[in-house]
């Protein structure tokens, strides 16, 4: 199965991520960056988009490249990965993010986890997620909040995506 893993992300979380996938998938996989190169699904038998979340959001050249090339995804296996810190916040995310169809029509969809550089936040987003860590802290009382990618989770993804062969 020849899989195309298109991504994209700011601080090397997703790309991480994406590598992860493309060693479980094996030599069939490609994998590319959005933020820098194009991407022609026509030419895969499946193909997987993966995306960090800022604020609630995945990053826009995901998003332009899902709505640009909906047609040629219709009828192929597809999924869908994100990369977020907040693993509770996981579903909305996705809800949120892509519509409804689309993500019924994946045959796997899983956020990966998540990793946070404060060095790579400007001053407004460190902010917010200081904030945000401090407010978890004090509803969950979890002093350890250290998200990380899930490596287990990115091979199961890539099984069930391989377990689905036609």
């Known amino acids: 199965m020849r899989v195309l893993i298109v991504y994209a992300g700011r601080t090397g979380t997703c790309a991480k991520a994406a590598r992860l996938l493309q060693e479980a998938f094996g030599s069939g996989a490609s994998l590319r960056d959005l933020r820098t190169e194009k991407a022609f699904p026509e030419r895969y038998d499946a193909v997987v988009a993966g995306s960090a979340v800022r604020s609630g959001q995945i990053e826009p050249a995901v998003r332009s490249w899902l709505m640009k090339n909906e047609k040629a995804l219709r009828g192929k296996k597809c999924g869908i990965f994100i990369c977020n810190a907040f693993m509770e916040e996981s579903a909305s995310i996705l809800r949120n993010n892509f519509p ?13 986890g998540g990793e946070i550089h404060m060095e790579e936040l400007g001053f407004s987003d460190r902010m917010k ?38």
């Open 129 to 166: 997620l200081m904030s945000q860590m401090k407010r978890r802290r004090r509803i969950a009382g979890d002093s350890s909040l250290i998200p990380c990618l899930l490596p287990d989770t990115i091979r199961d993804f890539a099984a069930q995506m391989q377990a689905e062969e036609d």
């Open 100 to 112: 409804k169809a689309f993500l019924e029509e994946c045959v796997a969809v899983e956020s990966f």
